[in-house]
């Protein structure tokens, strides 16, 4: 069965980096764009970025551009996205998403806390 399970999160102070990742199984992971989404309290879950399955292409929302950076391990099948300026409005659970046949896995989530 598909499985993804995320790890990494943790508390960081305004400014730092973190790098989350998700590990997949169950699946041809080479074959599959892969996307991490956040969800912080009170909000709806909200795209953060992906990457395409092939050339590697990758998409980051406008709020995280020029400091978040997704990227992928093939070999691994393992997604990260690398967390750099980290500020306060960061804080949400993190989840890694993939898409087969046209349903949605997500994985349980990893928790990032930005504060001082």
């Known amino acids: 069965q598909v499985q993804l399970v995320e790890s990494g999160g943790g508390l960081v102070q305004p400014g730092g980096s973190l790098r989350v990742s998700c590990a997949a199984s169950g699946f041809t992971f080479s074959r599959y764009p892969m996307s991490w989404y956040r969800q912080a309290p009170g909000k709806e879950r909200e795209f953060v970025a992906d990457?395409?399955?092939?050339?590697?292409?990758?998409n980051v929302a406008d709020s995280v551009k020029g400091r978040f950076t997704i990227s992928r391990d093939n070999i691994k099948n393992t997604v990260y996205l690398q967390m750099n300026s980290l500020k306060p409005e960061d804080t949400a659970v993190y989840y890694c998403k993939v898409v087969i046949l046209n349903r949605a896995y997500w994985g349980q989530g990893t928790q990032v806390t930005v504060s001082s």
């Open positions: 990457v395409h399955s092939d050339d590697g292409y990758t």
